[in-house]
């Protein structure tokens, strides 16, 4: 592999690796609040697709050809209707299971899971939709042995990525949002004896998480095109995994962790198959649990006696 390709595949794995750090903010906001995994927090990611195709169409039927109209809109219509899903799975599945054992709840959300993927393949069909281009063209560098090309669709995707976590990362350290998540993360019992309405602290969390997951589902359909109702599981899994490798509880890791894999994923597809990536995904997971399984930024959890 020469030099123009190696960096075309960190580029490619750079964007790639951005998806899965905003998806991995759900998976690792939800553990370092309550604990638990929500799995069915892929699917979220899948159903912002569905409807940032749907957002598209009726934008367009209605005659606006604006591409920041149309990806404001499409921005501000997804998070909306996906931080609905967020807080009603939180409702549904997770509150009234919350004194309960720590598998009824994950049992409930992979319950979830099930449904929304049914849900959707019922409503909006089996097989694999799309949406038109929006944004085309692209950066090129030459270069002596090649050259590196960068799509403005994935620059649109690393520098929004970035944002959003620069953006999430000042709320969680500086705003009386993030002090309450702070508190009931270390201790629920005493936050609530302090005053802080923890319910609403969770569903909150909820909420954020299947924002940024929203994020990541519109700008991976403008970029892929591409999509069906089974996308969250894989993707699900994969962003679990980013959230393992950079330590999962923990903001900067979950991001870290999406770069990482990602760049590791696009090498992989790159020197050896493109046909064996998530077999390489799903290897590093199971490599990590076994050698490091606080992640890369992780703290080892103190049992409080």
């Known amino acids: 592999m020469d030099l123009s390709t190696l960096l075309q595949q960190l580029v490619n794995g ?5 998806v899965y750090g905003l998806i ?3 998976y690792t906001m939800v553990y370092g609040i309550i604990g638990m995994i929500n799995f069915a927090h892929g699917d979220v990611y899948m159903i912002s697709a569905y409807v940032t195709a749907i957002v598209i169409a009726l934008l367009t039927f209605f005659g606006i050809e604006s591409f920041p109209i149309i990806l404001l809109g499409t921005l501000f219509f997804t998070i909306l209707i996906n931080s609905a899903y967020g807080w009603t799975i939180e409702r549904l599945a997770y509150r009234p299971l919350r004194q309960s054992t ?5 049992i409930s959300a992979i319950g979830v899971s099930l449904v929304l993927q049914n849900y959707v393949q019922i409503s909006q069909g089996a097989r694999s939709q ?3 281009t929006l944004m085309s063209g692209s950066f090129r560098l030459e270069m002596a042995e ?8 994935q620059l649109l995707i690393i520098v929004v990525a970035l944002l959003g976590m620069a953006l999430l990362t000042w709320i969680i350290q500086s705003t009386r949002l993030g002090r309450e998540c702070r508190a009931t993360q270390q201790d629920r019992k005493m936050a609530m004896i302090l005053g802080i309405n923890t319910d609403r602290v969770i569903s909150t969390v909820f909420v954020i998480g299947a ?3 929203a994020l990541a589902g519109t700008l991976v359909t403008l970029n892929y095109g ?5 996308i969250g599981f894989i993707i699900g899994i994969k962003a679990f995994t980013a959230a393992v490798l950079g330590g999962i509880g923990s903001l900067p890791g979950a991001m870290l962790g999406g ?5 590791s994923e696009s090498l992989f597809s790159g020197m050896v198959n493109t046909d064996y990536k998530d077999v390489f995904a799903f290897s590093l997971l199971v490599l990590i649990m076994i050698f490091r399984p606080t992640g890369l930024l992780g703290k080892p959890e103190v049992e409080k006696v």
Do not use: E, K
Request: aromatic letters at 14%; hydrophobic letters at 55%.
């Open 14 to 18: 750079l964007a790639l690796g951005s």
């Open 146 to 153: 090649g050259f590196i090309q960068v799509s403005y669709t």
């Open 259 to 263: 770069i990482l894999l990602g760049m």
């Open 211 to 213: 924002a940024m997951a």
């Open 102 to 106: 720590r598998l009824a709840p994950l």
């Open 24 to 26: 991995a903010i759900g």
């Open 226 to 230: 591409t999509f069906d109702f089974y």
């Open 130 to 132: 799309g949406v038109p």
